[in-house]
């Protein structure tokens, strides 16, 4: 199988734990267990915990308060994994065959083009824009992109790298590209929850058409990326295909996976998780938005909707995987390139501000001097 780099992961993998300010992170500051549990929970019940093989579709508890968070699902509509990547990988590989095109859209956390690539035919892409500070789907580009040949239409909403939200009639345009041709809709749900002004959920693309899978898992919007839980809700048949195909990957999700996911899924505790980090990304997006803003004569920045993450556009005579790496070696700063979310030309860079928002400004600190220093060369040239 021809199988493509995963850039991003591959350059997150080298490098996070050996920078001294690791800006490449999507998520925030993660719970413990203990913040999970409560300070009065019963430590001792937990460590009881005997660790035997759960069942490998997820408990049945796990799975109905999973499917209380997708209004008209039901146990039999959900299967857990092991984090999101293994909810994408399972999806993607139960419904793509060889001949077969996957739409994606991009920019967007890039597993899913690999992947389409690697078990269907090939990938056509749809884009996001932006102009005049808001970003929108082409729907020209969704039109052209979703033909006769294509099983499957896959969006990562809310968007990661650029924290956008897809407006209604955007969602209802995904779906109508995928009902004219009869494909199934992949949602990435994993940034849902996180929300940067708004206090209830984005919406999700659950109940709109009946050929849709929706993956997500508890790494982003509930900051427990250690515990590596991720789940697919989809019609009972597609979630039966996705399931056989699980007992060639990892077989059953974790026991502690398993039942902590239970607990945090419950309605009240769901909510608790997405209050702490919806607190988190409020107070730490001003300062973050602040240092962008020294910088507006080179960056086009447009607010998130959701996600601990910021995306500018800059205005620099060098290329974005270029800039990141020369950033990393002199400054020991780590950040994404938009070169890695399917912006071959784009000229972008993701910052993470999900953790010590502190260490993050020192890290920033060290970004403005190689910055500094490209736009003295620029103006040293001839
Ligand atoms: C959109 C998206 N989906 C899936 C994942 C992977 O999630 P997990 O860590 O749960 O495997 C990520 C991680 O960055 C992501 O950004």
Same mark, same amino acid.
């Not at 937990?46 to 799975?63: C, K, N, V």
């Not at 139960?94 to 990938?123: E, I």
């Given at each position: 199988?021809?199988? %493509?780099?995963?850039?991003?992961?591959?350059?997150?993998?080298?490098?996070w734990h050996e920078v001294e300010y690791d800006l490449s992170e999507s998520g925030v !500051?993660?719970?413990?267990?203990? %913040?999970?549990?409560?300070?009065?929970?019963?430590?001792?019940?937990?460590?009881?915990?005997?660790?035997?093989?759960?069942?490998?579709?997820?408990?049945?508890?796990?799975?109905?308060?999973?499917?209380?968070?997708?209004?008209?699902?039901?146990?039999?509509?959900?299967?857990?994994?092991?984090? &999101?990547?293994?909810?994408?990988?399972?999806?993607?590989?139960?419904?793509?065959?060889?001949?077969?095109?996957?739409?994606?859209?991009?920019?967007?956390?890039?597993? &899913?083009?690999?992947?389409?690539?690697?078990f269907g035919k090939g990938v056509d892409t749809f884009s996001l824009r932006h102009s005049?500070?808001?970003?929108?789907?082409?729907?020209?580009?969704?039109?052209?992109?979703?033909?006769?040949?294509?099983?499957?239409? *896959?969006?990562?909403?809310?968007?990661? =790298?650029?924290?956008?939200?897809?407006?209604?009639?955007?969602?209802?345009?995904?779906?109508?590209?995928?009902?004219?041709?009869?494909?199934?809709?992949?949602?990435?749900? $994993?940034?849902?929850?996180?929300?940067?002004?708004?206090?209830?959920?984005? =919406?999700?693309?659950?109940? !709109?058409?009946?050929?849709?899978?929706?993956?997500?898992?508890?790494?982003?919007?509930?900051?427990?990326?250690?515990? !590596?839980?991720?789940?697919?809700?989809? =019609?009972?048949?597609?979630?039966?295909?996705?399931?056989?195909?699980?007992?060639?990957?990892?077989?059953?999700?974790? *026991?502690?996976?398993?039942?902590?996911?239970?607990?945090? *899924?419950?309605?009240?505790?769901?909510?608790?998780?997405?209050?702490?980090?919806?607190?988190? $990304?409020?107070?730490?997006?001003?300062?973050?938005?602040?240092?962008?803003?020294?910088?507006? %004569?080179?960056?086009?920045?447009?607010?998130?909707?959701?996600?601990?993450?910021?995306?500018?556009?800059?205005?620099?005579?060098?290329?974005?995987?270029?800039?990141?790496?020369?950033?990393?070696?002199?400054?020991?700063?780590?950040?994404?390139?938009?070169?890695?979310?399917?912006?071959?030309?784009?000229?972008?860079?993701?910052?993470?501000? &999900?953790?010590?928002?502190?260490?993050?400004?020192?890290?920033?600190? !060290?970004?403005?001097?190689?910055?500094?220093?490209?736009?003295?060369?620029?103006?040293?040239?001839?």
């Amino acid at each position: 199988m021809d199988l %493509d780099l995963f850039t991003m992961e591959r350059y997150q993998s080298l490098y996070w734990h050996e920078v001294e300010y690791d800006l490449s992170e999507s998520g925030v !500051r993660p719970m413990s267990i203990r %913040d999970l549990l409560g300070p009065v929970a019963d430590a001792e019940a937990f460590m009881a915990t005997s660790l035997g093989y759960p069942l490998s579709e997820g408990s049945a508890e796990t799975r109905a308060n999973i499917a209380q968070w997708y209004p008209g699902a039901a146990v039999e509509n959900v299967t857990v994994a092991n984090g &999101g990547s293994e909810a994408n990988f399972l999806t993607l590989w139960s419904l793509l065959d060889q001949g077969d095109r996957l739409a994606f859209m991009v920019p967007n956390y890039m597993q &899913g083009k690999g992947l389409g690539r690697a078990f269907g035919k090939g990938v056509d892409t749809f884009s996001l824009r932006h102009s005049e500070g808001r970003w929108h789907l082409d729907l020209d580009q969704l039109r052209e992109a979703v033909t006769k040949k294509t099983k499957a239409v *896959m969006v990562c909403n809310p968007n990661n =790298p650029t924290g956008y939200v897809l407006s209604e009639a955007e969602m209802d345009a995904v779906v109508a590209a995928a009902e004219r041709v009869g494909a199934w809709i992949v949602a990435d749900e $994993i940034y849902r929850g996180a929300e940067v002004d708004a206090d209830v959920a984005s =919406p999700t693309f659950w109940g !709109r058409y009946d050929k849709v899978v929706i993956t997500s898992g508890l790494s982003k919007a509930f900051a427990m990326p250690g515990l !590596r839980v991720g789940w697919m809700v989809a =019609p009972h048949k597609m979630i039966s295909k996705i399931w056989e195909r699980h007992d060639y990957t990892t077989l059953t999700p974790s *026991m502690a996976g398993d039942q902590l996911c239970r607990f945090a *899924m419950q309605p009240e505790v769901r909510e608790n998780i997405f209050a702490r980090t919806r607190s988190i $990304i409020r107070a730490n997006l001003p300062a973050m938005e602040g240092w962008i803003a020294t910088h507006d %004569d080179i960056f086009t920045y447009v607010r998130p909707a959701a996600g601990a993450i910021a995306y500018v556009d800059y205005n620099l005579p060098v290329r974005s995987g270029a800039l990141v790496e020369r950033i990393r070696e002199q400054a020991s700063v780590l950040l994404v390139p938009g070169e890695m979310f399917g912006l071959k030309k784009g000229k972008g860079l993701r910052f993470g501000f &999900g953790y010590d928002i502190e260490h993050t400004m020192k890290g920033l600190a !060290r970004v403005d001097e190689v910055l500094a220093e490209i736009r003295e060369e620029g103006r040293a040239a001839p």
